[in-house]
């Protein structure tokens, strides 16, 4: 028997053989796997390339670019260097417009979590007819921007506008008010659709994490004594603070973008009263045709917004860890 035996170096080299038209198809098909993702990625590859890579590369060289309606076609109008930006920076118009920027923003996010807040602990409770309301509140975000824009803009003119003959017919006022004629009307009147706008969004993020609280929790609290606002403060806050962080921050640069709303209700007026920055970089691009200070202050927004990816990042980490912690 030992002498029918095969050597150890023979059965070695036997085995390896034997496996090799087993290992040859699994490679292949892992080979082939690899592949089709990569065929599967290249259209959305083409789209992030030529839908955002591109104009913003493109934007990137137009801010420093001397540029005119003559060579805005081409990529070879005169360097420019840090020059556009020097200029829309200390524009005084600009300086106002990055301050009421801010405010609007500030604004916005304020009215838009206290309204949504107060939504959500709403529909949080039972009561006829929920669903149906519950679905209502989404209208503002289905509606396109621009059309809110030229809906607030009817509701606010000064003569036929609907709000006006309301005040008037319930003696509130005497005479109509010129909501988009005059710069502080006009601020609180973007200001107002604009938090109309964002509403659901706030009471759709704030409703999902309210589902998350423990009814343990508030009966507990119930039990302790503490009244419904103690138990707002000291128990449903605290729950859900992860996503009262991440909705200001997608908030934040969902507002400080905004550009239809306010080309639709009042186009800027009066006198630039209402131009915030993105309205702003349009006007210097396409009314005034100063290319080169409209892409510098739209890559100045750009990193305004980018600002927000990291700390998004970050919050949702901290959400994750605690979550599985």
Do not use: H
């Amino acid at each position: 028997m030992t002498g029918s035996a095969a050597p150890p170096a023979e059965k070695t080299r036997a085995t390896r053989t034997a496996r090799v038209p087993d290992m040859a198809p699994s490679t292949r098909v892992a080979r082939f796997r690899r592949w089709s993702r990569l065929v599967f990625l290249v259209p959305a590859g083409l789209y992030v390339l030529f839908a955002f890579a591109l104009p913003v590369a493109y934007n990137l060289l137009l801010s420093f670019q001397e540029t005119s309606p003559a060579t805005i076609s081409t990529l070879f109008a005169p360097f420019a260097g840090p020059a556009n930006y020097e200029s829309v920076l200390s524009n005084p118009t600009t300086q106002s417009v990055i301050v009421r920027t801010f405010l609007f923003t500030a604004g916005s996010l304020f009215f838009q979590f206290l309204i949504g807040l107060g939504l959500a602990l709403l529909f949080n409770l039972r009561f006829p007819l929920r669903r149906l309301a519950r679905s209502l509140v989404i209208i503002p975000w289905l509606l396109p921007l621009l059309i809110t824009g030229l809906t607030f803009q009817y509701l606010l003119q000064l003569e036929a506008g609907a709000v006006n003959r309301i005040l008037q017919a319930l003696g509130v006022i005497d005479e109509p008010i010129g909501f988009l004629l005059t710069p502080d009307w006009a601020f609180v009147s973007i200001l107002v659709a604009n938090i109309w706008i964002g509403i659901p969004f706030f009471t759709v993020l704030l409703y999902s994490a309210l589902q998350d609280v423990p009814a343990e929790l508030q009966e507990a609290a119930m039990i302790d004594g503490a009244n419904a606002w103690q138990r707002l403060i000291r128990v449903t806050l605290p729950i859900i603070r992860p996503v009262i962080e991440v909705a200001f921050v997608l908030g934040f640069v969902f507002t400080v973008k905004v550009f239809d709303v306010v080309i639709g209700l009042t186009q800027g007026g009066p006198a630039n009263t209402t131009q915030i920055l993105a309205t702003w970089a349009y006007n210097l691009s396409f009314q005034q045709y100063d290319y080169g200070a409209g892409a510098a202050l739209n890559t100045v927004l750009l990193v305004i917004a980018l600002l927000a990816a990291p700390i998004y990042i970050w919050l949702n980490r901290q959400w994750l860890r605690g979550g599985l912690s």
